[in-house]
């Protein structure tokens, strides 16, 4: 079977006609396989949805108890006939539940990569190689500019700020969903035992993390109604992004505003939202951990979806390894 018979791109998203089956599509299908919960590829409204167990609860968080019409629990390793096509759900190191698809019929195989990323990060099962004859990886940090510090080293820096400016509070931006457990997670493993304050709309999110085995130390509810202010001068106060512009922010004692993302790489993204303390802390791939999987996979061809498409096809040319853009269009970065 030629690859493009297998899985190809329809207005919906990535299509398998053999096995009737949509890999996060980007509207409401029959049938979806959903590599991860993040809102640009854990869509509600599907007939059917086959996930692992963790994406299927935080697909419940997020869009409630009736987010599609059947959810099927899938293990990592797990394989399912559908129609005579063979999937698998593989770990990707990308959030709570990410998972890489393998598809397989009729002597091809694909591997799906969704978003992932190679780094260590505890509060996620870590990325697996899937051996594979095309590869569809992601390319969100597709760009060889883009090389990743130790996290920790960027936790550290919040530290140090936090022992230079005991009086300000160090609100850092986080989404919901991955980044900021994984942010709460960096600064236990880094000895940062007191509490972290967390915005209302984190709580159920880190809630089920820590139902899961996930040690995220003390955490607080980031409210001033019942406190006087001066309770948070040298706090850490974690919360989304899209909260740091509202009235809620203003309310902490001079406060000092973080952003934990891979895109801190680009000194005028923080300039421009206003972030003194930007942290390069990112959950997918850079530039090197993508070209490292593609050399460690040796796939047949290469497919290049949602990111920086054309500088990794190009690399992958001058690799000797077939490539093309998908130019699939829906997917933001609400996990970078």
């Given at each position: 079977?030629?690859?493009?018979q297998?899985?190809y791109?329809?207005?919906a998203?990535?299509?398998c006609?053999?096995g009737d089956?949509?890999?996060d599509p980007?509207?409401?299908v029959a049938r979806?396989?959903i590599?991860?919960g993040?809102s ?9 949805v086959l996930?692992?167990?963790e994406t299927l609860?935080?697909m419940a968080i997020?869009?409630g108890p009736?987010?599609?019409?059947t959810?099927?629990?899938v293990e990592?390793?797990?394989t399912?006939?559908l ?9 990707a ?7 890489q ?6 002597g091809t195989?694909f591997c ?7 780094s260590?990060d505890?509060?996620?099962a870590?990325?697996e190689p ?16 883009f090389?990743?510090?130790d996290?920790?080293?960027?936790i550290g820096?919040?530290?140090?700020s ?7 509070s ?5 989404y ?5 457990q994984r942010v709460?997670?960096l ?5 940062y035992?007191r509490p ?7 709580s159920?999110l880190?809630?089920?993390y ?5 040690d995220?130390g ?7 109604e019942k406190?006087?202010?001066t309770?948070f001068?040298g ?6 992004p899209?909260?740091f512009g509202e009235?809620?922010?203003?309310r902490f004692?001079?406060p ?7 895109w ?9 939202g206003g972030?003194?303390?930007p942290?390069?802390?990112?959950d ?8 490292e999987?593609i ?8 497919w290049v979806?949602h990111?920086r498409?054309e500088?990794?096809?190009?690399w992958c040319e ?6 093309r ?6 997917y ?5």
């Amino acid at each position: 079977m030629k690859p493009d018979q297998l899985l190809y791109p329809a207005p919906a998203g990535l299509y398998c006609p053999s096995g009737d089956f949509y890999v996060d599509p980007m509207r409401p299908v029959a049938r979806a396989l959903i590599t991860h919960g993040h809102s640009d590829h854990a869509r509600a409204g599907h007939g059917a949805v086959l996930a692992t167990r963790e994406t299927l609860d935080i697909m419940a968080i997020r869009h409630g108890p009736d987010f599609c019409g059947t959810a099927q629990p899938v293990e990592f390793g797990e394989t399912i006939d559908l129609s005579g096509t063979r999937v698998s759900f593989h770990p990707a190191g990308h959030v709570l539940g990410s998972a890489q698809i393998a598809i397989a019929a009729d002597g091809t195989r694909f591997c799906v990569s969704g978003d992932y990323k190679r780094s260590p990060d505890p509060t996620c099962a870590p990325y697996e190689p899937v051996a594979c004859d095309v590869f569809i990886t992601e390319a969100t940090f597709g760009l060889p500019v883009f090389h990743h510090p130790d996290p920790k080293g960027e936790i550290g820096k919040l530290l140090t700020s936090l022992k230079q400016f005991p009086e300000r509070s160090h609100l850092i931006g986080a989404y919901s969903l991955g980044k900021a457990q994984r942010v709460i997670r960096l600064l236990r493993d880094c000895g940062y035992d007191r509490p972290v304050y967390i915005h209302g709309s984190l709580s159920k999110l880190c809630d089920y993390y820590v139902s899961r085995g996930i040690d995220l130390g003390d955490l607080r509810p980031a409210t001033l109604e019942k406190g006087d202010r001066t309770d948070f001068a040298g706090a850490v106060v974690v919360g989304p992004p899209s909260a740091f512009g509202e009235r809620w922010a203003r309310r902490f004692p001079e406060p000092l505003v973080a952003f934990a993302s891979g895109w801190m790489m680009v000194r005028q993204r923080a300039k421009q939202g206003g972030v003194e303390l930007p942290l390069v802390i990112s959950d997918h791939c850079d530039w090197p951990e993508l070209t490292e999987t593609i050399r460690d996979l040796a796939p047949a061809e290469v497919w290049v979806t949602h990111g920086r498409e054309e500088a990794l096809v190009r690399w992958c040319e001058l690799a000797g390894i077939p490539a093309r853009p998908l130019h699939l269009v829906g997917y933001e970065d609400e996990g970078d």
